[in-house]
């Protein structure tokens, strides 16, 4: 039998697609010692996560919870208790994320209708319109920061439509929450999901999610149960809400990293941290150009927290995400599905947004590129 060292892991600097860097006074509060779950002092934490996450979402919904799982698991709860079998799904699909929806949708027994446009591109109202128009769906599902691509959906003349054809609108802000402007209630997004591990500068592991009014009534409307024991929000929320009830055991040290995280966003001002992430976008679009490579986005589309940037002819795109890993200790991402070896995905969300961190990244592909 092997024995193994202590355990030794080098720190990165992670300018990918996620996870980003997460702040000492985050990873301090994991090491903190895990009360019971239904201690009195953890269901006052509990209160206070619904209650910062109610302000990072921009909602009064009283059903904003941290799922037990990574944004993945906010998605699966998302498409487990808003699709019954049968029911019509509309998908926007334009990157790897969105293919993901649509695979979880049919899933759960969903008659799915994709409307597909080009990698890197986002949807207009009007598309929306006119798909509701020839079919109707009950639900609407976008992603709003696609992480695959760069590329930022608008979210804000949506919802209206969606309701006017009698759906409810679901929305991916994984990539968005805590980095840019997610409002809720403003733009009437019934159902939307994050991750902790992007913007909001937590480890992987929760999946903070809100759910509207609207949302609410149709799941209580559901002619069946819930298809996911461990995700169906019907008993969840007893658990979140004044019952208590028992479900499963909340991942308490990760409850307090989020807490510390969301409690570092209300310090920093929803403001200046939207400013921050776009200033530290823009610097590094700037330098990026200034090297001679391009971005795969249209800069009015594009995401201030995920850049891809156009591999070059005849660089080996792998082979510089390695270089950078190994000399330099920083990880940025390579493309996806159909961006596959012709971009690099660089991430500067949450703690990771930083302008000592474009400085040193971009002078370092100077020296790899040999610019
Ligand atoms: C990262 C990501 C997910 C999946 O989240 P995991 O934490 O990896 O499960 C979903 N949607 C988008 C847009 C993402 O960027």
């Known amino acids: 039998m092997t024995t193994y060292s202590d355990l030794n892991i080098v720190p990165r600097t992670l300018l990918g697609p996620g996870p980003s860097d997460v702040h000492p006074r985050v990873l301090q509060t994991l090491a903190y010692p ?100 020839a079919q109707p769906a009950k639900l609407v599902a976008l992603v709003h920061a696609e992480t695959s691509t760069g590329a930022l959906q608008p979210l804000a003349d949506i919802a209206g439509i969606v309701h006017r054809h009698g759906g409810l609108l679901l929305a991916d802000c994984v990539t968005s929450l805590g980095g840019l402007p997610v409002q809720i209630d403003a733009w009437g997004v019934d159902i939307a999901y994050s991750g902790t591990q992007k913007c909001i500068g937590a480890p992987p592991g929760l999946a903070p999610l809100t759910v509207g009014p609207r ?24 658990y ?45 679009w700037a330098g990026l150009e200034e090297l001679d490579l391009s971005l795969h986005v249209e800069p009015q589309h594009r995401l201030p927290t995920l850049t891809t940037v156009r591999v070059p002819a005849g660089v080996d795109e792998a082979a510089v995400r390695k270089t950078l890993l190994e000399r330099y200790n920083v990880e940025v991402g390579g493309g996806l599905g159909a961006l596959k070896g012709q971009v690099w995905r660089v991430g500067l969300m949450g703690y990771s947004s930083q302008r000592k961190n474009v400085a040193m990244l971009l002078a370092a592909l100077r020296e790899i590129l040999g610019r």
Do not use: C
């Open 34 to 133: 895990p009360v019971g779950h239904l201690d009195p002092q953890f269901l006052n934490l509990m209160d206070e996560v619904q209650d910062l996450l109610r302000f990072v979402f921009q909602t009064e919904n009283e059903l904003t919870i941290a799922i037990s799982g990574t944004g993945t698991a906010g998605m699966e709860a998302a498409f487990a208790n808003f699709v019954e079998p049968g029911d019509s799904v509309l998908v926007g699909v334009s990157g790897y994320f969105s293919q993901r929806m649509v695979d979880m949708a049919e899933r759960y027994g969903a008659q799915v209708r994709r409307l597909e446009r080009p990698w890197g591109l986002v949807f207009t109202p009007e598309e929306i319109e006119q798909a509701l128009a």
């Open 215 to 238: 949302a609410r009534a149709a799941l209580e409307r559901r002619a069946t149960k819930v298809a996911n024991w461990y995700l169906d929000l019907t008993t969840l929320a007893q």
């Open 240 to 284: 979140w809400g004044p019952a208590r009830a028992y479900h499963h055991t909340a991942p308490i040290n990760m409850n307090y990293a989020l807490r510390e995280a969301l409690r570092m966003i209300q310090e920093e001002g929803l403001e200046a941290r939207f400013a921050r992430h776009r200033a530290h976008a823009e610097l590094l």
